[in-house]
């Protein structure tokens, strides 16, 4: 392979893409030579994202939860780009309360945006990817799929059923040539991130103390491990999950 990390040629979906690690990811893509689509809710957020982006990048209003139009979104995006061939799925919520205080409904929202719309977009994406016997599906999962966090219970049961869900996908569709993988960020600079560590400076020392770069991560760090797992460098890489941490999920 002349350009083992090349993504010339391949068209990149990415929910929540217009910011955080979303975002992060596009930039990356888009120097490794793809074409991204920024999925999301808000039109503006994702029109100044493609706009930074450039000419490789377009985007698209779509509610990942109405899960009865994500085959529309597809077919959509086949006129505008061509077939997808890769998958992030990124979007997703966080509550943080105690299990005693988190409803079934909040825990239900939850598993809703992280497990089954990435499911029915996967079920989306896969007929055109198993036909051109080429394809990439990657989740960005958390380091709450791999150990306990406390008052985070919906979103590590959310995680943790990503995990699930890449392997099996993972033997069943790698046969065809498509590749199915997770990303484990560590505590990456983001929205989110700031959202669990508001008023909390202890949790965030300790977050550092037991990360052995001591320090947090960038968008981008996320963004070059989904280049790589969707390029042909890692053409014998499928169901596995990849901790992007910092070495959090070693240290102690």
């Given amino acids: 392979m002349?350009?083992?990390?090349?993504?010339?040629?391949?068209?990149?979906?990415?929910?929540?893409?217009g910011t955080g690690l979303g975002f992060g990811m596009a930039k990356c893509f888009v120097q490794c030579g793809a074409k991204v689509v920024l999925v999301g809710r808000r039109c503006e957020v994702l029109k100044k994202a493609a706009a930074e982006l450039g000419e490789s990048a377009v985007w698209e209003k779509h509610d990942i939860l109405e899960l009865n139009k994500a085959a529309d979104l597809i077919t959509r995006l086949r006129d505008r780009v061509g077939s997808i061939t890769g998958l992030v799925n990124n979007a997703g919520i966080h509550i943080k309360k105690s299990a005693t205080d988190l409803?079934?409904?909040?825990?239900?929202?939850?598993?809703?945006?992280h497990l089954v719309a990435s499911f029915s977009l996967c079920r989306a994406v896969l007929p055109d990817m198993i036909e051109r016997r080429h394809g990439n599906i990657v989740f960005i999962s958390s380091m709450a799929s791999l150990f306990g966090l406390p008052m985070v219970s919906a979103y590590s049961a959310a995680k943790a059923g990503h995990l699930g869900l890449m392997r099996s996908l993972a033997t069943e569709v790698s046969p065809y040539g498509v590749r199915v993988n997770s990303i484990a960020p560590g505590w990456i600079e983001s929205e989110m991130m700031r959202g669990a560590l508001n008023g909390d400076p202890k949790r965030a020392e300790k977050v550092l103390g037991r990360t052995p770069m001591n320090r947090f991560g960038d968008p981008e760090d996320i963004g070059w491990a989904a280049s790589y797992l969707c390029s042909p460098a890692a053409k014998f890489v499928t169901g596995v999950v990849l901790p992007v941490d910092g070495g959090a999920s070693i240290g102690f």
């Fill in 2 to 17: 002349n350009q083992p990390y090349s993504l010339a040629g391949e068209a990149i979906l990415i929910t929540g893409g």
């Fill in 103 to 113: 409803s079934p409904a909040e825990f239900l929202s939850v598993l809703q945006t």
